[in-house]
């Protein structure tokens, strides 16, 4: 898959096809023929759920599912950090929670804290 992006840009360009974000891209990684994107958030924004799923023609197939749907959780925070291990796909928050993602549809499977 050919992609090119600028860290701190808003910009991804995947096979010609151009997404443009509501924030500067952060990291991108390949897995499974899925770019998993994390995107910066500034620290005065609400802005949360900031990690896609963006398959080789440039679509976004999906947003990171909503913490708050699988697990009751205060003070929601977008996501600091991105990492796979083989095929397992995890983010994190400034707090150190962690979270197991699937990275063909974005679903939350697991929860811990990392410090």
Known sequence: MSINFSQYDNELLVN???IVFDHN???VLEINDTLIVL???PNNSSYLNNV???DEHGKIKWR???IGDVFPMKNQLPFENL???GTNVFVSDFYGRRF???PANGEILS???VR
């Open 16 to 18: 010609n096809n151009k």
């Open 111 to 113: 929860s811990d804290v």
């Open 39 to 41: 995107l910066g958030i």
């Open 64 to 66: 990171i599912q909503s």
């Open 100 to 102: 197991s993602l699937n």
């Open 52 to 54: 896609f799923g963006i």
């Open 83 to 85: 990492m796979v291990n």
């Open 25 to 27: 891209i952060r990291h």
